[in-house]
């Protein structure tokens, strides 16, 4: 008698992250909690049953990093995993020697303050370095066969007031305030291998401006997901520059995509639900 096993189902699986207030009142008023209805409403479109949400004070420093662990955890080989963050993005001072500049990127939890200060000494933010080593062990949980995108839809400079360009409409995601850590910095280090694909609103040095109350990219993403499918990652970046330029996208000052990491066909795998 021959036993045919059945093949293991790679699960969907998917970590939505959106602030729409902070804890230190500093910081612009934005929308990226708007930003998670349309997200999860795009991934339950695409059969991902594992959906994680954190807004506002739910998305604390703490909390994202517990999203990320029991993510971890909880994956198995071969799932697919979308995570998002929808927030403010800040430059910090990079303390390992691993950044050019001299400055991470980071993505802003709840409980993180504008300026270095006693109650947050860099330990709030969520650095690049650190979401590194989350997607690095997650990559090692799912093995190759699986799927990892990062979709960030911030910034990391620019202006958080409502007044750019005198066009009170505009909300930009973001500040140009860096977050200057005191002391002496460590010896360079090497950069993590990002065994991911990484998709974000915009290039480290633009504004990252909303759409009718929700991020720009976000918008885009829910809207043409359907038209992603079965396309090359290239393409699809290219397809969502273009839509930016077009009248109904286009803000006050420029503003183009960025993609990086391991490319190839991930984010048409995310928008098929086959």
Not at 207 to 235: C, P
Request: charged share 25%; proline share 2%.
């Amino acid at each position: 008698m021959t036993c045919v096993l059945p093949l293991e189902a790679k699960t969907r699986r998917a970590v939505v992250i959106g602030l729409g207030e902070q804890l230190d009142k500093s910081w612009g008023k934005i929308n990226g909690d708007k930003d998670v209805p349309l997200v999860v409403s795009m991934l339950k479109s695409n059969g991902f049953s594992d959906i994680a949400t954190l807004t506002n004070s739910k998305a604390t420093k703490t909390g994202i990093v517990d999203a990320f662990n029991s993510l971890i955890n909880r994956s198995q080989k071969g799932d697919i995993i979308y995570i998002q963050f929808s927030g403010h993005g800040q430059m910090m001072t990079d303390t390992n020697g691993d950044e050019k500049d001299g400055f991470d990127e980071a993505w802003i939890p709840y409980d993180a303050y504008l300026k270095y200060c006693s109650k947050d000494k860099g330990e709030k933010h969520l650095s690049d370095d650190e979401i590194a080593q989350y997607m690095t062990r997650l990559r090692s949980k799912i093995g190759n066969e699986g799927v990892i995108a990062v979709v960030v839809d911030a910034c990391h400079s620019g202006d958080s007031t409502r007044d750019l360009c005198e066009n009170d409409s505009v909300v930009v995601r973001g500040v140009d305030v860096d977050f200057v850590i005191p002391g002496k910095k460590t010896r360079s280090s090497v950069r993590t291998s990002e065994s991911w694909l990484t998709l974000s609103a915009c290039l480290d040095f633009q504004l990252n401006q909303e759409y009718n109350g929700v991020g720009k990219l976000t918008h885009i993403l829910a809207n043409n997901w359907r038209n992603f499918v079965g396309k090359s990652d290239q393409t699809i970046y290219k397809a969502i520059d273009e839509v930016y330029e077009t009248r109904k996208y286009k803000g006050p000052v420029a503003q183009n995509p960025r993609l990086s990491g391991k490319t190839g066909r991930v984010l048409s795998k995310i928008f098929n639900k086959k």
